[in-house]
């Protein structure tokens, strides 16, 4: 199973990021490289740990007008990801523009309520209902705008995959049990979010942080 553990590589390091993937790359079934990974070393960095084989998710939550998104996702297609983000409040106007600007090869996901957040944060944002409530909302606005799927946390995705039964569900803030949690609080682990419907999981920390990655990776890997 552990073709559904993708890897967030979130380290500004490339070097560091090619070891992590030399460690646990037999335990992992894609490579997750995020902001932190994109602004230090762009489209170089990505060449490079394309070069290891595995399926690269882009995980650069795209959210701005959607001419914009659109021309951003286009700049995009040389590195051929097999998936990226955009933030489902964004609108349907730029899903569809970013959907329509991907390559055909490539998933386009919606993130929908960061798991960093809970209820009391969304309600700062001026957005009343929980954190359920708002993934279902934004789920079927992402599946009506014609993307592949959604991210939300594995406290939702069950909820979510029963509205979009064919949906992609992307699920990252998972954790071992008794593992530190840092700052992600609608975290559950591994298991519970593949029972829940999880197409994919992404885990970074509880991962790459370990002293022995490809232990960890192993040690999650046997849970699933
Ligand atoms: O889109 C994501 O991947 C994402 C969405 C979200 O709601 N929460 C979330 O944690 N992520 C990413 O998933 C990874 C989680 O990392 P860890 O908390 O270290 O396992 C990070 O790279 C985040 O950027």
Same mark, same amino acid.
């Given at each position: 199973?552990?073709?559904?553990?993708?890897?967030?590589?979130?380290?500004?390091?490339?070097?560091?990021?090619?070891?992590?993937?030399?460690?646990?790359?037999?335990?992992?079934?894609?490579?997750?490289?995020?902001?932190?990974?994109?602004?230090?070393?762009?489209?170089?960095?990505?060449?490079?740990?394309?070069?290891?084989?595995?399926?690269?998710?882009?995980?650069?939550?795209?959210?701005?007008?959607?001419?914009? /998104? +659109?021309? $951003?996702?286009?700049?995009?297609? &040389?590195?051929?990801?097999?998936?990226?983000? =955009?933030?489902? *409040? #964004?609108?349907?106007?730029?899903?569809?523009?970013?959907?329509?600007?991907?390559?055909?090869?490539?998933?386009?996901?919606?993130?929908?309520?960061?798991?960093?957040?809970?209820?009391?944060?969304?309600?700062?944002?001026?957005?009343?209902?929980?954190?359920?409530?708002?993934?279902?909302?934004?789920?079927?606005?992402?599946?009506?705008?014609?993307?592949?799927?959604?991210?939300?946390?594995?406290?939702? /995705? +069950?909820? $979510?995959?029963?509205?979009?039964? &064919?949906?992609?569900?992307?699920?990252?803030? =998972?954790?071992? *049990? #008794?593992?530190?949690?840092?700052?992600?609080?609608?975290?559950?682990?591994?298991?519970?979010?593949?029972?829940?419907?999880?197409?994919?999981?992404?885990?970074?920390?509880?991962?790459?942080?370990?002293?022995?990655?490809?232990?960890?990776?192993?040690?999650?890997?046997?849970?699933?």
């Amino acid at each position: 199973m552990s073709s559904i553990i993708y890897v967030a590589i979130d380290t500004p390091l490339l070097t560091r990021a090619q070891d992590i993937v030399r460690s646990v790359r037999n335990h992992v079934g894609g490579i997750k490289l995020g902001l932190e990974f994109f602004c230090a070393n762009g489209h170089h960095g990505v060449h490079e740990m394309r070069k290891f084989g595995l399926p690269i998710f882009l995980d650069l939550k795209l959210h701005d007008i959607p001419n914009t /998104v +659109a021309k $951003a996702v286009q700049a995009l297609h &040389s590195l051929e990801p097999a998936i990226i983000t =955009v933030h489902a *409040s #964004g609108g349907r106007a730029m899903m569809e523009d970013a959907k329509a600007a991907a390559g055909v090869h490539t998933k386009v996901v919606a993130v929908t309520m960061l798991t960093s957040l809970d209820d009391t944060d969304l309600g700062e944002t001026g957005v009343s209902g929980t954190a359920r409530e708002q993934v279902a909302r934004l789920t079927e606005l992402a599946r009506a705008s014609g993307l592949d799927g959604i991210v939300c946390s594995g406290a939702e /995705v +069950a909820y $979510a995959r029963k509205l979009w039964p &064919s949906g992609f569900f992307v699920v990252p803030g =998972v954790r071992p *049990s #008794g593992a530190a949690k840092g700052d992600q609080k609608r975290a559950v682990t591994p298991r519970e979010a593949l029972d829940a419907g999880a197409s994919i999981l992404v885990i970074g920390r509880p991962i790459t942080q370990a002293m022995e990655p490809d232990q960890a990776a192993r040690e999650i890997e046997a849970t699933l």
